[in-house]
């Protein structure tokens, strides 16, 4: 069962305030030590200078960090400035410059039996977590029977992919205010890629992980990327958000891959960016809908919670508005709130004065302050409270009984009981990959392997987004490259992870998860654990007309449009 009475440590909340421990030196990275089957063990390696490819079409030395011209979608970037482009976003001043350290999860380990994945979506034909032990260059010979969806371009290899390994860069918040979020997104990449690892990896090639530290700072994770890109010769960056590294990303055409939330990562102008989590819009839409369609709940009024430094998704507020409003519910109050606001009194005197029926308030990192605050008023509105960022024990577990009836909203299954539920993609109703993400974890990243690890959209989200890109280095049988990668990514529409809710990398019509569904949080006298998926009627659909008014005939397509319309 998961059970929260206390916080992770580094995070408490005192007299209303957030305080952690901040991580010297900024965007430095910090690779916690590499976890191999039980048997073996592993040393980390360190980096230092950068590394050539000797098969890599990218230059050795440090990339121009000037204007580059943006590739069309799928095309290999090339390091020349071009007229009129772009620029990237420049780099944070007094940003860290320390040699990073790589390591090669699950090193040392055996190769074990491939185990099957899970469904596979329109056009993943489901490819096993390994390839072959096949030795590597840079045009490897196929593996038999090509899929239907193999991507063969002659050539050299993109920068990262050697005849041995490929190199990834993982961009986290492993210290600041969310360090305990960045902890799940390196410990389930690193297991999924450890995995992958003992299998065989990618035709001979084994993953390595770089990691920077963006302490949940837009301007850190900027930089971080530059660095992992330009330095360290990454292939693919994996990120939160990914806002701040979304037009550098596109300008060099290195593959990103997102968690979203904000809606910047959902763009057409990022064709590279992938996100495979929710949008904070397109949560207030399905929370509109299960809490009053689903639920039958006689919500008519509602207030709503953004914020503008951690996760800046001020821009979208007003769309936002008009989700709930498309429902018949009248916004009463639209109001920002920052974590570095410190207290939240104010805003909960306001709302309840206000008389609202419910209060979307999580979706700002600072709602557990908002929280507290509802506590020492000894408040809660008439048909409850919530949000999309309380899917996490750690983090809910902070406010302690205050939590009893929190909603949140998730796009993970269960695996603790009702293993691998809701599902509604396969007859068998359980999500296919939900034993080997979850014994995965348990073999190459126990510390995050508990049940509250286990049941976090985090874990299960970064767990698929290294899927995602295994399936897609997989499909390439020729060269290795970005070019191919992008190519096989935007035509997932959607692509099924076999554990989290499918999504659509079309760049025009980006979905992130595809459906969501929520739960309570109950205390039971001693701690919080969320409540069982059936009584909130599993994962759902935003309807189509509710999407058509949000964004005007814009349809399933309207995270895209509406990203569009104010960048």
Request: glycine share 12%; with cysteine.
């Amino acid at each position: 069962m998961i059970h929260a009475r206390h916080g992770r440590p580094g995070l408490r909340f005192v007299t209303g305030l957030l305080l952690v421990s901040a991580a010297a030196g900024g965007c430095g990275a910090r690779i916690d030590p590499p976890l191999a089957a039980p048997a073996t063990g592993a040393a980390a390696a360190s980096v230092g200078a950068p590394q050539g490819d000797s098969g890599s079409s990218e230059p050795t030395g440090t990339a121009d960090a000037g204007p580059a011209a943006v590739p069309a979608p799928g095309s290999e970037p090339t390091n020349a400035p071009a007229s009129g482009s772009g620029s990237a976003p420049p780099a944070a001043a007094g940003a860290a410059s320390s040699p990073s350290r790589a390591v090669t999860p699950g090193q040392g380990t055996a190769p074990v039996a491939a185990r099957p994945t899970g469904q596979a979506g329109p056009g993943t034909g489901g490819s096993p977590a390994g390839g072959s032990s096949q030795p590597a260059g840079s045009k490897p010979a196929t593996l038999g029977t090509d899929p239907p969806d193999a991507v063969r371009i002659a050539g050299r290899n993109s920068q990262g992919v050697s005849d041995t390994e490929i190199k990834v860069g993982v961009m986290a918040p492993l210290s600041g205010a969310a360090g305990f979020l960045g902890e799940l997104e390196v410990d389930a990449i690193k297991a999924f890629f450890a995995d992958a690892n003992a299998k065989g990896g990618v035709r001979g090639r084994k993953y390595r992980i770089v990691t920077a530290d963006t302490r949940f700072e837009p301007p850190t994770e900027a930089t971080a990327a530059r660095r992992l890109v330009e330095d360290e010769k990454v292939f693919a960056l994996f990120s939160l958000l990914g806002d701040t590294t979304a037009q550098y990303a596109t300008t060099r055409g290195v593959p990103t891959i997102v968690y979203g939330g904000n809606p910047v990562s959902f763009s057409s102008k990022y064709p590279n960016v992938y996100p495979v989590g929710w949008n904070v819009v397109g949560t207030n839409a399905t929370f509109a809908y299960i809490l009053t369609q689903v639920m039958k709940l006689p919500i008519k009024t509602v207030a709503l919670a953004y914020e503008t430094t951690n996760i800046p998704w001020g821009p979208w507020a007003k769309y936002a508005q008009k989700a709930w409003e498309a429902y018949g519910i009248e916004v009463k109050s639209l109001d920002r709130f920052n974590l570095s606001d410190g207290d939240c009194t104010q805003l909960v005197l306001k709302v309840r004065n206000l008389g609202v029926d419910f209060w979307d308030v999580g979706q700002t990192l600072g709602w557990p302050l908002c929280q507290q605050a509802m506590a020492r008023q000894n408040y809660t509105p008439k048909y409850g409270r919530g949000g999309p960022m309380t899917d996490d024990i750690n983090f809910t577990g902070q406010v302690g009984q205050a939590a009893d009836g929190l909603y949140a909203m998730t796009n993970r299954v269960q695996i603790l009981k009702n293993k691998g539920q809701p599902w509604p993609w396969n007859d068998a109703h359980a999500a296919p990959e939900a034993d080997h993400f979850a014994d995965s974890m348990r073999r190459f990243s126990p510390k995050s392997a508990n049940d509250a690890g286990l049941e976090a959209l985090w874990s299960q989200s970064f767990w698929a987004s290294a899927k995602l890109l295994n399936e897609g280095l997989l499909r390439q049988t020729e060269a290795v490259t970005w070019q191919g990668f992008n190519q096989w990514a935007q035509a997932q529409r959607p692509w099924n992870s076999g554990l989290v809710a499918p999504s659509s990398f079309d760049p025009k019509c980006k979905t992130g998860a595809s459906a969501l569904w929520i739960f309570q949080y109950k205390w039971d006298g001693s701690g919080v654990r969320p409540s069982d998926w059936q009584p909130y009627g599993g994962f759902q659909t935003v309807p189509t007309e509710i999407m058509d008014k949000i964004v005007p005939g814009a349809g399933k397509c309207y995270l895209t449009a509406m990203a569009d319309a104010e960048l």
